[in-house]
């Protein structure tokens, strides 16, 4: 069957475009600013490091100076582990759909939300366990 304007069950009336969940919003903010701040302004030198980039067979990929310092400004800001589910070890954790609007953010630019190497708002999960438990 095809829905038609006259059999379709849709009420354009009651629909209500997504709104951030409230914690969501805040993070949001918190969020665009860091990216405006930090992360845009350093894309072109994000770049050249890492073209610079070698593959150290004792260490692996050598890192570049200007994510490992936006890495440390993200954590001092509350900024670092969001892709965490909220859990015992995690009480901060998000849920996917509180998480899902940062992505989208974080997503502008393709290293400032890698799960693991280079990440900016979110730490590698090898690491990220280390955190929780020290």
């Known amino acids: ?47 050249q490091e890492s073209a610079a980039q070698a593959w150290d067979p004792a260490h692996g990929w050598t890192r570049t100076p200007t994510v490992e310092r936006l890495k440390a400004l993200a954590q001092a800001q509350g900024l670092w582990n969001l892709f965490l589910p909220h859990s015992e070890r995690a009480p901060e954790g998000l849920s996917n759909y509180e998480y899902a609007p940062l992505c989208e953010i974080m997503g502008r630019v393709h290293w400032a939300s890698v799960g693991s190497g280079q990440p900016i708002t979110v730490a590698s999960l090898e690491r990220s366990s280390h955190t929780l438990t020290a």
């Open 1 to 47: 069957m095809t829905h038609t304007a006259q059999t379709s069950q849709f009420d354009a009336q009651a629909f209500t475009p997504f709104t951030d969940p409230p914690r969501t919003a805040a993070l949001r903010e918190r969020l665009m600013a860091f990216m405006a701040e930090h992360v845009y302004p350093n894309e072109h030198q994000v770049e």
